[in-house]
């Protein structure tokens, strides 16, 4: 058996370096990252785009 310690990491393209599997998060994309990395990123988006209640109102129609 070769061990192969690559299978058991990605990288993570929030910040470039790889992630263990086992302690990964999956984004929306469903690629492995960082759990501190898709915080800080899920942190960022949120601030950059302001509250969009005209979404909500819509869905809540629907
Ligand atoms: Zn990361």
């Known amino acids: 058996m070769t061990a192969k310690k690559e299978t058991n990491s ?3 393209w ?3 370096k790889s ?3 086992e302690v990964c998060v999956t ?3 469903g ?4 759990e ?3 915080t800080t990123k899920t942190a960022l988006t949120e601030k950059t785009r302001p509250g969009n209640p005209e979404q909500t ?3 809540r129609q629907v």
């Open 19 to 21: 992630v263990e599997l």
């Open 27 to 29: 984004d929306e994309h």
């Open 36 to 38: 501190v990395c898709y």
């Open 14 to 16: 929030i910040c470039g």
């Open 10 to 12: 990605a990288i993570c």
């Open 57 to 59: 109102s819509l869905r």
């Open 31 to 34: 690629l492995a990252v960082h």
